[in-house]
Structures are given as structure tokens and as C-alpha cells.
């Protein structure tokens, strides 16, 4: 038994995928490229620094900073913890850096009060970039998480993704107020070629951080939250049919 488990961990090792799945971990990194954000989302990292009257700390990230980061590193996030990547002031300086040092660059965002310009601009800068956009619900209703946000301009901002050769994500968080409209919004994306992805959020189990879900659109979903296990690989169990097949696109 112990020479078939070393035979098979030197597979692994020598393996192109494992080595490629270590080194893309190990040369990946998530940036706060600043601390503003203008929504209000319940379970934010924001809103828990902000209701406990805690300290933002950081600030905007400078080019000459972010330089260095993309001198190590291959796989660059902007995911924010605290602000959303589209109100950084040097954040079309970031992606063109990105771009010309043939980075790969994953951007998240849900805020909304950003016009076309800026988002063109975004676009415009890395057309390899990929955006992921946070409209939990049909894009009229997202707004009951996403509190502040306008889903349906931030939808448009999706589509006007698509002019510039991107593929835009739309990650849909689900709850009680939205899980009967999956099959709606993922008709939609597909309309618009546009990636549809619902998932379950992490604060299901972050209780002792975030407080408990008590308010009625939290509550009595259809499935069990603390139930369903999302790991690294994009495997999920368990969890509805419906979900399962939308996690897999």
C-alpha cells in the first residue's frame, strides 16, 4: 500500500496539471486597490468594519506599487474585501500594466455609479481581463442585497463587456427573494452570451463574524445552506440539480 500511495504521489508531482495548479496558487494574489465602496451589502466586510465603527485601513494603490506586484506575480486579482476595483483611481493604469506584461487579471465588481466611460475605458485597457459582475438576482431586483446598487445599469455594463471581445461573468449569489428566478437569469445571460454562474455565499458560515440571517429574505430557503460545500475545484455537493449544472458552466 505505502509503494502504490509513493507511486501515485510521484505522479502527481510530475504531472503537468499538478505543477501548473501549485505554481498558478502559489504566484496568485488578491489586491485591495483601495477602500471605496458605495453599496451596502448586509454581510460585507464593509458593512461589518463600519457597524463596529472599525478602521478602513490602506488606501489607493499606487502604479509604482502595483508594478512590483506584477513583477512577481502571474495571476492577479482584484477582488476587494472592502472596496470594489471599479473606484480605484489608478485602476486603467493597473490593467494596462497587466495587459502589456501578459498577466492573467480576474476583476469582481457590483458597484454601480461608474458611467460607460469609465467602464469602456476598463474595457478598452485589458481586453483579456475578466469581469466578474455581482447581480444577485434578475438584474431589477439585485438591489435587495446589493443595497445602492443599480442591477440593471450594471447588467448593460455586462453587455457593453461583450463589444470589447470579453467574456463577462455574472455571479449570482442565491437567497430566498431570488432562488425561483435562476431559470429566468440564466436565460438571459444566455441571450446576451453572457456566463451565468449562481453560487452560495461563504457568510452562511461565518455566523460568529456576520451575525445571523434573520431577516425573511434570508430565511427558509430551499435548500439548506450550511449543507452545501463549494470546494476549490469547482466541485459542489450537496446541492439542488439546478445549481449544480449552473456551477459547472
Not at 92 to 98: M, N, Q, S
Not at 120 to 149: C, M
Not at 194 to 221: A, C, H, N, Q, T
Request: hydrophobic share 35%; net charge neutral.
Amino acid at each position: 500500500m505505502l509503494m502504490m500511495t509513493l507511486d501515485l504521489m510521484k505522479h502527481l508531482h510530475s504531472s503537468k496539471e499538478w505543477t501548473s495548479s501549485v505554481y498558478d496558487q502559489r504566484k496568485s494574489i488578491n489586491l485591495e486597490t483601495s477602500i471605496r465602496c458605495n453599496l451596502e451589502c448586509p454581510k460585507c466586510e464593509r458593512k461589518y468594519l463600519l457597524t463596529n465603527n472599525l478602521p478602513f485601513l490602506g488606501g489607493d494603490m499606487s502604479v509604482s506599487d502595483f508594478e512590483k506586484v506584477v513583477e512577481y506575480y502571474d495571476s492577479i486579482h482584484l477582488i476587494g474585501n472592502i472596496s470594489d476595483p471599479i473606484f480605484a483611481t489608478n485602476l486603467i493604469d493597473f490593467l494596462k500594466l497587466t495587459y502589456e506584461k501578459n498577466k492573467k487579471t480576474v476583476l469582481h465588481t457590483a458597484a454601480s455609479h461608474k458611467s460607460s466611460t469609465r467602464y469602456t475605458e476598463a474595457f478598452k485597457a485589458n481586453v483579456n481581463a475578466k469581469w466578474i459582475f455581482g447581480i444577485d438576482g434578475l438584474p431589477k431586483d439585485s438591489h435587495k442585497y446589493r443595497i445602492n446598487q443599480d442591477g440593471e445599469h450594471l447588467f448593460d455594463m455586462m453587455k457593453l463587456a461583450l463589444n470589447y471581445g470579453l467574456t463577462p461573468v455574472w455571479k449570482y449569489i442565491v437567497f430566498k427573494y431570488n432562488q425561483n428566478d435562476i431559470a429566468e437569469a440564466r436565460e438571459l445571460a444566455k441571450h446576451n452570451g453572457i456566463k451565468f454562474k449562481p453560487v452560495m455565499s461563504s457568510r452562511w458560515g461565518e455566523l460568529y463574524r456576520y451575525g445571523e440571517w434573520k431577516d425573511e429574505m434570508w430565511d427558509k430557503l430551499l435548500f439548506e445552506p450550511r449543507a452545501v460545500y463549494v470546494m476549490g475545484r469547482g466541485i459542489v455537493s450537496p446541492m439542488s440539480d439546478s445549481l449544480i449544472n449552473d456551477n459547472k458552466e
